[in-house]
């Protein structure tokens, strides 16, 4: 069932963001981009959403919370996405760190890294993928060893973004044996930034712009103190976490600057074609926030949402590349970064940043395994 949004609250919330977001425009303070949750780094504007309570919405008021629904924080991030509004420096802590950790971390894990990011002020890189790796998490070949003090982490990780901005690293390493327990051997640290064993190299866009990087872990030493949760049980984190990561509304709004620009720029000289492609993209958005609203309900209500919040990242993905391609045809410039109109400069950034679409938070091929194991077809 999906969740109304009849709810008062919910309704002077989301105007209270939108007049919020209009004014930040008007004065110039930021532009509307498409996919600006990954590129649209912007710490002080994340500190002022930190000001305004809309960071950690949902998480507890002793660790910088502030104890709101689901549904609250949904409002949030889409009126957010919708805008174009430059999210990145904050959009995966608040989305799936700050929750990993209130879940597994220490008492000080969360007093000092949950409490920061409600406030704005601390960015956590997320390492889990490796070259020759990829999706398949369970292969990871980045190892923890004891030492007499800790542990030392040897490795690297890929696709990691804002590395290079970083307070911490939450790194996913082996330190079992994986023949023997593929998916129990593996365990997560926190790593605090900069680290003089800590390597960090950008990985260049079609835009030129940099968000990912690669990370080299050289001999690291961390304590025991730095786990995130239990020695060998990061699947199961790191399961829940993707969980978040895969169905949110920033799998289908990544372009909606660029469809929302279009439909109003067409006003009433659309033709029969524009329209239908109008018509039906806008069709597949509503079906798209339906799906993952319901997600966030079932979060709100304590469910396992790994094989719907899969579905909501497949379909959502295609979705964001569907959108460049199909209104490409009713935009008469050649699309350009530089340019000052916007529909030219918004369909060069949603053109350039669609091979990422599919493939960042897991591939879609990845995610049908999921949701056919789910299904029991396999």
Known sequence: MIPSEIDQQCRLLREEVRDFLRHEIRSGAITPQCDAWLTGFDPAFTRRLGTRGWLGMTWPKAYGGHERSQLERFVVIEELLAAGAPTAAHHTNDRQVGPMILRCGTEQQKKTVVAGIARGECIVAIGLSEPDVGSDLASVRTRATRTDTGWRITGSKIWTSFAHHAHYLIALCRTGDADAQRHGGLTQFIIK?????VRVRPI????GGHHFNQVFLDDVEVSDDDVLGEVGGAWAQISAELALERSGPERFLSTFPLLSHVTGAAGGSANDEMLCAIGDLTSQLWALRAMSMDVADMLEHGQSTNAEAAMVKDLGTRFEGDVPERLRAFIA??????????????????????????LRGGANEILRGIVARDLGLR
């Open 193 to 197: 930034l900069p680290n003089p064993h």
């Open 204 to 207: 260049r866009l079609l835009t």
């Open 333 to 358: 410039a050649e699309p350009s970064l530089s340019s000052a109109d916007s529909a030219q400069s918004l369909l060069a950034q949603a053109i350039l940043q669609s091979p990422g679409y599919t």
